[in-house]
């Protein structure tokens, strides 16, 4: 099984993050000196992915825009010998082959996954949630690739949660396989603590086989009325084999605040241009309080 192509999934209208996500996506708001969807298809690449298709929504071409050349931007940076700069601002349009397509409607993560139907065919796939930054020695997405192949299976990103937790995404039943590595048997949506199969949670990375687009397309309206990933992928699990990853990285959920500007401190911290800044600010503001 290799896998080849991803889909990122960010038609998602960000209303845990207004008012700035009324006119700026949300997965272009800067994470120091980078949107945030960039460390999303960095991802991607840095597994071994050669193609990536964004789903967005209308009012994203700024997605667009970005993973493009900027003719004017690029020429006056040339004009003034700003050669590392001009670097700078071309390698987010020649990472990877990165296409767009709108999901018209929003009817949930499932529908959005099945409009990459036409640019999957019939090859395994990689889902990269844009809200979920992965911190890792090694690439989530690569170790779920890993996993899919050693096992021929799809693969599902999962961490521990505690049970107030689970309820905000996806429990799996699972038997361990190896360490680490788990068979998933069943799954449910955003379930009550009762309700939970186990302490793992679905937390934004999926390899995923073709098969899923049949029973998405299918699939009825779930949890909050819309077509659940989850639902589609509850069906797949009983016809093919599916195994869970328990991925070692540190999960940013930047599409809520708290979040976010979590994301925003941890980065800073580790940036070559702010870094030293930031640890001398950070003290000296904790020494006022």
């Known amino acids: 099984m290799k896998v080849k192509k991803a889909v990122i999934p960010a038609a998602g209208l960000g209303t845990r993050m207004l008012p700035a996500t009324k006119t700026v996506p949300k997965e272009m708001l800067p994470i120091v000196d980078k949107p945030a969807i960039e460390y999303i298809v960095e991802e991607a690449v840095a597994s071994g992915i050669e193609d990536i298709l964004i789903i967005t929504n209308r009012g994203k071409s700024a997605l667009d825009d970005y993973f493009d050349y900027a003719p004017e ?6 004009r003034s010998g700003k050669r590392a700069e001009f670097e700078l601002v071309r390698r987010s349009a020649q990472m990877a082959n990165v296409f767009f397509i709108r999901q018209k409607e929003t009817k949930g993560l499932g529908h959005a996954v099945l409009q990459a139907r036409h640019f999957v065919g019939d090859e395994p796939f990689a889902v990269l949630l844009g809200d979920d930054i992965m911190m890792g020695e090694v690439p989530v997405t690569r170790q779920l690739i890993d996993a899919a192949e050693r096992y021929g299976a799809a693969a599902l990103g999962v961490q521990r949660c505690t049970s107030e937790e689970i309820s905000k995404y996806s429990s799996v039943e699972i038997t361990e396989l190896e360490e680490r590595i788990y068979r998933v048997t069943d799954m449910n949506e955003k379930p009550s603590p009762k309700e939970a199969f186990s302490e793992f949670a679905i937390l934004g990375r999926y390899v995923l086989t073709p098969g ?5 397309e ?3 309206p779930g949890y909050g009325g819309e077509i659940q990933l989850t639902d589609g992928i509850r069906e797949l699990c009983q016809v093919s084999p599916i195994v869970a990853v328990d991925f070692d990285a540190r999960r940013y959920d930047t599409g809520n605040l708290p979040g976010f500007l979590e994301a925003m401190v941890d980065f800073a911290l580790e940036s070559p241009q702010v870094g030293a800044w930031m640890r001398d600010f950070l003290i000296e503001k904790v020494r006022g309080f």
């Open 73 to 78: 931007i690029e020429g006056a940076l040339l």
């Open 212 to 216: 899923v687009f049949d029973i998405l």
């Open 218 to 220: 299918n699939t009825p």
